[in-house]
């Protein structure tokens, strides 16, 4: 991995985007700790630490209410940053920098292949423009629809802002919402459980800022191209299984529990709402908490695989998981290669989903055991909760404003490793890679 050099310190691009990431956590945390940031006095550090954090891994948990207990001001920031977070802070760089027409250096090049989870630069810069006008029109158009329906609830003024303010919370699989604490009558969009407008509206902009830019763009030019890329195959292939299999079973689950009282389209939309949410979306318009158990551990099983590379979404990603499966099935039949769509895949490609998926369960499991130690909960409700943080998904089960504030770093440190990924992470912390000097004699282990 090529290293870059800035003021004499050379830094690899993992390094750079997690050092990134923290340079907008700590500007987020100076500013929602201001006065004009909260609307019933001062945030304390901690809480300003985790909003911030929260905001800029575009998780969606809150221990402040985002539309009671900030002010615009506020909620400004959390916009500005779940939006930079969303996209990336080197994509939104990047945007600066074509705006002022300046040319693209090679370093901003290589970071911008490592923020993208490209394996080459070719085209990097084009993908970009594509990235950065693609998301800005899905999110004006989500603006727009929601703004629309919202005049029928509130003021112009009032809907408009609030049309912005979903739309690319939505998108960029944020969680936040302005419509009440979780504790309240309307959590989140549960007023709007029934409505198809923005029901489907906020589907289509979670599916879309979830299958990751790289797949949006494949996605566009298929009519020029007529193929699509075996990338966007696996990623468009098993995010639709996983919805429409979440959706069965979330409505053979919930039928005569949360959906009973629904009329039949409700039901359907909030079946799939409920399904595609968990994977980073963050958005929910049933409370969590009324959910019967095996609800909520569906739920903590698709939050845990996640959305795809490259998107606004956490997790152990959807091509991870695919790889997995399509490991696992190889291994069963008996065959050598791992087969998806009649390409086959390296082995480093099996490792780094094995290494990926190990490094998150070993994180998931120790953050729960030591959050089932700091916090007076049942143990469904701190797994559901530390799998929410490490997926960004945002949901909770009513666990987040009542954390402790060991609880909350926590919270904090598993939201950001969910939003750089172990592998980045460890990536970024390991030493300088030497050249081996000699090779192991070869063993055999009997497994299974």
Same mark, same amino acid.
């Given at each position: 991995?090529? !290293? ?29 700790? =201001?006065?004009?940031s909260s609307a019933h006095?001062? #945030? ?7 909003? /911030? ?23 400004? +920031? ?7 977070? %969303? ?7 990047? =945007?600066?920098?074509? +705006?002022? !027409? ?16 490209q394996n080459s630069m ?51 699989? /944020? @969680? ?5 604490? &979780?504790?309240?009558?309307?959590? %989140? ?9 923005? !029901? ?13 830019? #790289? ?47 629904? !009329?039949? @389209?409700?039901? &359907? ?64 039949? @008996? ?61 909770t089960m009513g666990l ?11 919270? #904090? ?34 497994? %299974?």
């Open positions: 991995m090529a !290293n870059l050099s800035y003021g004499g310190l050379r830094l690899t691009p993992p390094k750079i985007l997690s050092l990134g990431f923290i340079l907008l956590i700590a500007a987020g945390t100076v500013l929602l700790s =201001l006065p004009i006095g001062r #945030i304390s550090w901690i809480d300003a630490l985790f909003m /911030a954090t929260s905001a800029t891994c575009v998780t969606g948990l809150a221990v402040v209410d985002t539309g009671t207990g900030l002010t615009t001001f506020g909620q400004i +920031v959390l916009l500005v940053l779940f939006q930079f977070g %969303g996209l990336g802070f080197v994509t939104m760089a990047t =945007l600066v920098t074509l +705006v002022l !027409n300046r040319r693209i250096s090679l370093k901003e090049r290589l970071l911008l292949q490592e923020s993208m989870n070719q085209g990097i810069v084009r993908l970009i423009r594509r990235v950065l006008i693609y998301s800005l029109a899905i999110q004006l158009a989500g603006a727009s629809v929601l703004a629309l329906r919202f005049l029928e609830d509130m003021p112009a003024g009032k809907a408009i802002y609030y049309g912005i303010f979903h739309s690319i919370s939505i998108f960029n699989n /944020a @969680g936040f919402d302005l419509f009440g604490d &979780v504790h309240g009558p309307f959590s %989140g969009l549960t007023r709007y459980v029934e409505d198809p407008v923005v !029901n489907i509206t906020a589907i289509l902009l979670i599916f879309l800022g979830g299958i990751g830019f #790289i797949v949006l763009s494949d996605v566009v030019d298929f009519r020029k191209r007529r193929r699509l890329t075996l990338h966007s195959k696996v990623v468009l292939s098993t995010s639709l299984i996983l919805i429409a299999a979440g959706a069965a079973i979330f409505f053979w689950l919930e039928i005569y529990h949360t959906l009973k009282p629904l !009329n039949p @389209g409700g039901k &359907v939309m909030a079946s799939f709402l409920q399904a595609l949410t968990p994977r980073s979306g963050g958005v929910t318009t049933i409370d969590i908490y009324k959910l019967r158990e095996s609800t909520q551990f569906l739920i903590i099983l698709l939050m845990f695989i996640g959305a795809a590379p490259g998107s606004t979404g956490g997790g152990i990603k959807l091509t991870t998981f695919a790889l997995l499966i399509a490991a696992v099935y190889s291994r069963i039949r @008996g065959r050598e290669d791992v087969v998806l769509f009649r390409h086959r895949l390296s082995k480093e490609n099996v490792y780094r989903a094995i290494t990926m998926t190990l490094l998150s369960l070993l994180l998931v499991v120790c953050a729960t055991m030591l959050l089932s130690i700091t916090e007076q909960a049942g143990f469904l409700a701190v797994m559901f909760e530390a799998v929410s943080a490490f997926g960004t998904s945002g949901l987040t404003t009542e954390l402790t504030t060991i609880g909350k770093l926590l919270i #904090i440190i598993l939201m950001f490793m969910g939003r750089t990924g172990p592998l980045t992470l460890a990536y970024a912390l390991r030493p300088t890679k030497g050249k081996e000097l000699y090779r192991h004699p070869e063993g055999h282990l009997m497994i %299974g």
